[in-house]
C-alpha cells in the first residue's frame, strides 16, 4: 500500500528513522536512508505481524458479524472508542507533550475532524459493511485497490502519467477487479452490488488515510493522532449506533472476539505495522502488507465459511501483483 489499512490500514506513516552516515565538508554527517540488517529484519518481522493482525481480524470481524449478529455499526463505534482510549492512553504515556500541544493546537481541530470522518469513520464503516455483504478475504483484497487512488494522485501533483510498470499494475488491478466482481461471466455480477459499492468506497477512504493526515502526524505523532481521530470518529457514531440499547448477545468466545478485534486487530496492528515501517521503511513495509489480504482469505476459509472460485482466486492475485507493481 503506499502504505497499505489498509482496512484497517494506519492513518499515514511516519518518516523512516535516518541514519548518520559521512560527513560533509563542514565536518557535519549527512542524513542516509541505509538501515542495517538487524533493521530491516526486525522492522519486516514488525510490519509482518501487522498485516497478519489485519488479516485476522477482517475474518474475525465476519464472525461477530455472522455468528453473533453484530451490527457492522456497532462494531465500528465500539471498536473505535475503545482503540482510541487505548491509542490516547499510549500518547499520554510516551508522548504527553504532544498530546497536550495537540489539545492546545484549535488550528489542528477542523483538519483532525475531515480526517476523522474521511480516514477513520468511512473507512472502518464501509470495510465492516463489504465484509458483511461479502467476506473478509474478497473485502480485504477490494480495499488494496487504494493504491490505484495514490497514484492517481501522485500523478495528478506530478504532472505526469503513470509509468510502464504502473500501467501495467493498473490494468491487472482493473481485471482482478472484473473478475471477482462478475466470476468471469461479464453478462452478471457475482457480487453483491453493495459489497463490491462499499469496498470501492473503503479504497477510496484508505488512500485519503496515505495523504491527509501525514502533516498532523509529523507534528502530533501516531499515537496523538490516531487517538484523536477513533475518538471522534466514535462519538459521531454514537447517537446514531446507541451501542448500550443494540449490543448483541456475546458468550465469553464474542467476548474475546471482540477484545482481540480492539487490542490485537486495530491497536496492536497499527502499532506493529507503522514500528516496523520506521525500521524498514515504507517499500519494504508495503510489500509485507500484502500478508494481510492473504490471511485474511486463509482465515475465512478456514474459520468463517468463505468460499472462493478460481476466478475469484485469479483475480485475487492479480491485484496483489499490482501492489509490487504500483510504487
Known amino acids: ?69 453484530a451490527d457492522p455499526l456497532w462494531i465500528a463505534c465500539v471498536r473505535e472508542l475503545l482503540a482510541g482510549v487505548i491509542f490516547l492512553v499510549c500518547s499520554g504515556l510516551f508522548t504527553p507533550d504532544k498530546l497536550m500541544g495537540a489539545l492546545k493546537d484549535r488550528g489542528s481541530y477542523p483538519r483532525l475532524l475531515v480526517c476523522a470522518v474521511t480516514c477513520v469513520l468511512m473507512v472502518q464503516v464501509s470495510y465492516l459493511k463489504a465484509i458483511d455483504w461479502t467476506n473478509s478475504g474478497t473485502a480485504t483484497v477490494l480495499q488494496t485497490l487504494n493504491l490505484l487512488v495514490v497514484l492517481a494522485f501522485v500523478c495528478i501533483m506530478g ?91 456475546l458468550d465469553w468466545v464474542g467476548v474475546a472476539l471482540m477484545a482481540f478485534t480492539v487490542i490485537g486487530g486495530t491497536f496492536g496492528a497499527f502499532w506493529l505495522f507503522l514500528a516496523g515501517t520506521q525500521k524498514c521503511g515504507a517499500m519494504r513495509a508495503t510489500m509485507l502488507g500484502t500478508s494481510e489480504p492473504v490471511t485474511a482469505t486463509i482465515s475465512g476459509v478456514l474459520f468463517a465459511g468463505a468460499v472462493f472460485t478460481p476466478t475469484d482466486l485469479a483475480g485475487f492475485a492479480m491485484i496483489i501483483i499490482m501492489v509490487f507493481l504500483v510504487r
Open 159 to 249: 504532472r505526469r502519467l503513470p509509468g510502464k510498470r504502473e500501467s501495467v499494475g493498473v490494468a491487472l488491478a482493473f481485471v482482478g477487479t472484473v473478475l471477482i466482481a462478475t466470476g468471469g461471466d461479464l453478462t452478471q455480477l457475482s457480487l453483491p452490488l453493495p459489497g463490491l459499492l462499499w469496498g470501492l468506497t473503503d479504497a477510496v477512504g484508505t488512500s485519503m488515510m496515505t495523504i491527509l493526515p501525514i502533516a498532523l502526524m509529523a507534528k502530533w505523532g501516531n499515537f496523538t493522532v490516531n487517538g484523536i481521530m477513533f475518538m471522534i470518529s466514535g462519538i459521531l457514531l454514537l447517537p446514531f449506533v446507541k451501542p448500550w440499547a443494540t449490543a448483541p448477545a
Open 1 to 69: 500500500m503506499c502504505t497499505s489499512k489498509t482496512s484497517e490500514r494506519p492513518a499515514g506513516v511516519a518518516e523512516p528513522d535516518v541514519a548518520e552516515s559521512g560527513e560533509t565538508a563542514n565536518g557535519r554527517p549527512t542524513p542516509s536512508f541505509e538501515r542495517t540488517p538487524r533493521d530491516i529484519l526486525v522492522g519486516g518481522g514488525l510490519a509482518l505481524a501487522g498485516g497478519v493482525l489485519w488479516g485476522v481480524n477482517a475474518t474475525v470481524s465476519k464472525i461477530l458479524m455472522g455468528s453473533y449478529h
